[in-house]
């Protein structure tokens, strides 16, 4: 899950940052309304967390003129003041949801995970991928009843397998979505963490559910994994 963090509070925005990723998400910061409007536009954020009080344009028109330029990530906004004008015109613009400053982090990973199910109500908030199941709020991974153990980077890893099932998922899409978009290192990171997933989700269970689709990418398979 890639996510936009737009704050100009350097302090807050790196402790997000870092908070976020730790999480496993992958984070790309704006610290003002140009850039995030830039940033929104040019990449498939699956949220954004907005700050109201920004240097340039506000984080109403931000969100105004997302919405306007139809994108429809889901916006979480943050406000210093805790006030009904606020909220209402948040609201107006678009946003989600909000969440007062200072907030907690533990907050803010529920509201964030909570629009991000919202944002794609067809799906459970536990996805089933044959006898593979992937808890994004528990984080927790299982096949069958065994509970596999996974870093936080495969996790996020699979969780985008698991959310596009029997879909081919190129390289650099796997890239944009579970790292971030500053990150311009080898694209080989995908082929390890794929090496990795399956040490743990396959080989001891004697599957071979994430495919290779050669040339274009990797795929996890609808079905159990069963060798072909
Ligand atoms: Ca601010």
Same mark, same amino acid.
């Given at each position: 899950m890639r996510l936009l963090v737009v704050e100009d509070e350097v302090k807050l925005a790196n402790l997000l940052r870092r908070g976020l990723?730790?999480?496993?998400?992958?984070i790309d910061t704006a610290a003002d309304g140009g850039e995030a409007l830039w940033l929104a536009?040019?990449?498939?954020?699956?949220?954004?967390v907005l700050d109201v009080m920004l240097p340039?344009?506000?984080?109403?028109?931000v969100c105004r003129r997302l919405r306007a330029s139809g994108r429809w990530a889901p916006v979480l906004m943050l406000t210093a003041r805790d006030s009904v004008p606020d909220r209402v015109e948040g609201l107006d613009a678009g946003a989600d949801d909000y969440l007062t400053k200072p907030f907690s982090f533990a907050e803010l990973l529920a509201r964030l995970r909570a629009l991000m199910r919202r944002g794609a109500p067809?799906?459970?908030?536990?996805?089933g991928v044959g006898d593979l199941t +992937? *808890?994004?709020a528990g984080r927790r991974v299982a096949r069958g009843d065994v509970t596999i153990e996974l870093t936080p980077k495969e996790f996020a890893l699979l969780e985008y397998f698991a959310r596009h099932p029997g879909e081919v998922l190129s390289r650099?899409?796997?890239i944009e979505h579970v790292w971030d978009f500053a990150y311009d290192g080898d694209s080989n990171v +995908? *082929?390890?963490?794929v090496r990795y997933l399956r040490e743990k989700v396959d080989r001891p269970f004697g599957r071979e559910s994430?495919?290779?689709v050669r040339g274009a990418g990797y795929r996890l398979r609808e079905d159990d994994g069963s060798p072909n």
């Open positions: 990723e730790e999480e496993g998400y992958a536009q040019e990449n498939p954020y699956d949220a954004v340039d344009v506000d984080g109403f028109e067809e799906r459970p908030a536990t996805l +992937v *808890d994004p650099s899409r796997l +995908v *082929d390890v963490y994430i495919e290779t």
